[in-house]
């Protein structure tokens, strides 16, 4: 299964000036610990069913270039993450919806994503995506505009999703409304957190604050669990060592080279992540993808839910 995630952008953040005046300052988080929120009632909680037809393994015979690594004999599940930057630098909503099946992700970690904004021609974006790549969905809108719609998160899933929730993270004042988006799937009988982020751009202390609250919004979570998202922050970073406390970092684990994902002309900085925590949850792969639809490429990594033995391959792309 594939789990691809899309943060919100690494650059100077565009909707910064349009919603810190705009959003609800009332639905702000401004505790250290804020208590999850529902996600919007327009990404249905559980999404659409998971369709049958719809292979959910990696398919590890690709012919081409292949990126190979001690695996199990079974990916359960890929993750991708992946900031789309609303769409904006794409061509269209469907090349992204292309590159993320030919990904092969069973689940999609998105961020940056707008539900029915005036700059993205009032689409709904959410929805769009689960239609388009027929998987269930669920949508944290964190922040609203004054001339109507959002900005958000976006999970997609080849696997039902349960107990979803929107946290809303620490917003210090002049900065965007952020959110920490769960969700719960199960793969044959072991269930799976996710978890779906996106930290304030070119503002640490704000990070710290929403990193820390990351961490105590996960503390009492026992299952298997991934975390990934557009973190604007490198590694080793005061964020980053502050997350990295509860969570073990998949690209040091199973990736190769430097992973940067940022601008995604010519990547100098890794700011997008797959983090992974908890018992049975061992990373096998993890690699960039080479898309040029947004500002950030993705990254992708698959896991097992058992122990590695067999080799697995990625099928690397452009």
Known sequence: AILVVRGEGGGPDDAASSIAGTQDDGAAAT???????????????????????????????????????????????????????????????????????????????MQEVDQRRFASGRVDQPAFFADAL?????????????GGGGIGNLILSRFPLTEVSNSLLPRPPGTVQRGLQHAVIDIDGTEVSL??????????????????????????????????????APP???????????????????????????????????????????????????????IRLSDHRAVRAAYALTDPRDPICFQKLG
């Open 31 to 109: 505790s250290p610990a804020p208590a999850p929120a529902p996600t919007d009632q327009s990404g249905d909680k559980k999404g659409k069913k998971r369709n049958p037809g719809t292979p959910p393994r990696l398919d590890i015979k690709q012919q081409g270039k292949k990126q190979c690594v001690a695996a199990g004999a079974d990916t359960d599940i890929t993750v991708v993450s992946y900031n789309i930057k609303s769409g904006h630098l794409a061509g269209s909503l469907s090349q992204i919806a292309q590159t993320l099946r030919a990904s092969g992700a069973d689940v999609v970690f």
């Open 236 to 290: 080793g970073s005061a964020p980053m060592n502050t997350l990295t406390t509860r969570w073990d970092d998949t690209w040091l684990a199973a990736g190769s080279g430097g992973g940067r994902t940022a601008p995604a002309g010519a990547p100098r900085a890794r700011i997008d992540y797959l983090l992974h925590a908890g018992e049975g949850l061992t990373p096998l792969a993890a690699d960039v993808l080479p």
């Open 195 to 232: 978890y779906n982020t996106h930290l304030q751009n070119a503002n640490e202390p704000a990070r710290i604050l929403q990193v820390a609250a990351i961490n105590r919004l996960v503390a009492d979570d026992p299952r298997p669990r991934v975390l990934g998202g557009d973190m604007n």
């Open 134 to 146: 027929d998987v269930s969905y669920a949508y944290g809108k964190n922040a609203p505009y004054a």
